[in-house]
């Protein structure tokens, strides 16, 4: 079983950034896409970012385009979301997710095969 792992969260005031990083627990080579959700108190996850095998096709929530960028190491399971200009409506727990099978483009709908346990944003006003 693969075990996702996030870090990088914190408290940042808004126009601050964060970079966020996720990692399997086993170097699989195995996960077709990855990607970020989120989910602020009260509201159901919403999708952020997601990334295929390869980093050449991703994928943004309009709400953060122009602002945050995810990367990720060619054939590894391993990405990163670089966040700026971060505004108080950003804050939620992130979780990371992988999908052995589904594309970047598909992984938007949600239910990956493995997700993260999450890692706290909160932006300050």
């Known amino acids: 079983q693969v075990q996702l792992v996030e870090s990088g969260g914190g408290l940042v005031q808004a126009g601050g950034s964060l970079r966020l990083s996720c990692s399997a627990s086993r170097r699989t080579f195995s996960m077709r896409a990855m990607g970020w959700f989120r989910q602020a108190p009260g509201k159901e996850r919403e999708f952020v970012a997601a990334i295929g095998w390869s980093g050449g096709s991703t994928y943004y929530a309009d709400s953060v385009k122009g602002r945050f960028t995810i990367s990720r190491v060619y054939r590894q399971d391993t990405v990163h979301l670089q966040m700026n200009s971060l505004k108080p409506e950003d804050t939620a727990v992130y979780y990371c997710?992988?999908?052995?099978?589904?594309?970047?483009?598909?992984?938007?709908?949600?239910?990956?095969?493995?997700w993260g346990q999450g890692t706290q944003v909160t932006v300050s006003s």
């Open positions: 997710a992988a999908d052995r099978s589904r594309s970047a483009e598909t992984l938007q709908a949600g239910d990956p095969n493995y």
